[in-house]
């Protein structure tokens, strides 16, 4: 299973069936879910907004430099899109291996690489009825919005 986006909700368990294996004996996983606040402000949803071309492909090169680099067996991510409530899974990682200390290690390095990476953008919806993307001052400084 590749890199996936989707804009329905996902499910855990579809991922971690995708990633076992009986060679190994290591698995992490990491599920990011949508908080009620974020700096002092309470939340109300979150939305996010993907190039998909480019994202997919990022992702599954991310996933690829994970393997080769820790050794692991398997590894796969989605992401949502779209709009997601209060407690809403927006990423979920799942990677198998030999042993877990290398699969503590990949599920680290592609939720961290997943968020710097790929042209993926979260906006906050407050529950003042205000918003506003997070994390995309140049976005706004180079007069482009995602």
Same mark, same amino acid.
């Given at each position: 299973?590749?890199?996936?986006?989707?804009?329905?909700?996902?499910?855990?368990?579809?991922?971690?069936?995708?990633?076992?294996?009986?060679?190994?004996?290591?698995?992490?996983?990491?599920?990011?879910?949508?908080?009620?606040?974020?700096?002092?402000?309470?939340?109300?949803?979150?939305?996010?907004?993907?190039?998909?071309?480019? !994202?997919?492909?990022?992702?599954?090169? /991310?996933? $690829? %430099?994970?393997?080769? &680099?820790?050794? =692991?067996?398997?590894?796969?991510?989605?992401?949502?899109?779209?709009?997601?409530?209060?407690?809403?899974?927006?990423?979920?990682v799942c990677v198998s291996s030999h042993h877990?200390?290398? !699969?503590?290690?990949?599920?680290?390095? /592609?939720? $961290? %690489?997943?968020?710097? &990476?790929?042209? =993926?953008?979260?906006?906050?919806?407050?529950?003042?009825?205000?918003?506003?993307?997070?994390?995309?001052?140049?976005?706004?400084?180079?007069?482009?919005?995602?």
């Open positions: 299973m590749p890199f996936t986006l989707q804009s329905t909700p996902l499910d855990p368990q579809a991922l971690r069936d995708a990633v076992l294996d009986p060679a190994a004996g290591g698995f992490c996983s990491f599920e990011g879910w949508v908080r009620n606040h974020h700096e002092g402000r309470s939340v109300d949803r979150l939305e996010y907004e993907a190039y998909a071309p480019l !994202a997919e492909k990022e992702g599954q090169r /991310i996933l $690829d %430099e994970a393997r080769e &680099r820790f050794g =692991i067996l398997h590894a796969v991510c989605a992401h949502r899109t779209g709009p997601i409530e209060i407690g809403g899974l927006a990423v979920v877990r200390d290398v !699969a503590f290690e990949a599920c680290r390095y /592609i939720i $961290d %690489e997943v968020k710097s &990476r790929v042209p =993926i953008w979260k906006k906050e919806h407050f529950t003042d009825g205000t918003s506003g993307w997070v994390r995309c001052d140049h976005c706004a400084d180079s007069g482009h919005a995602p």
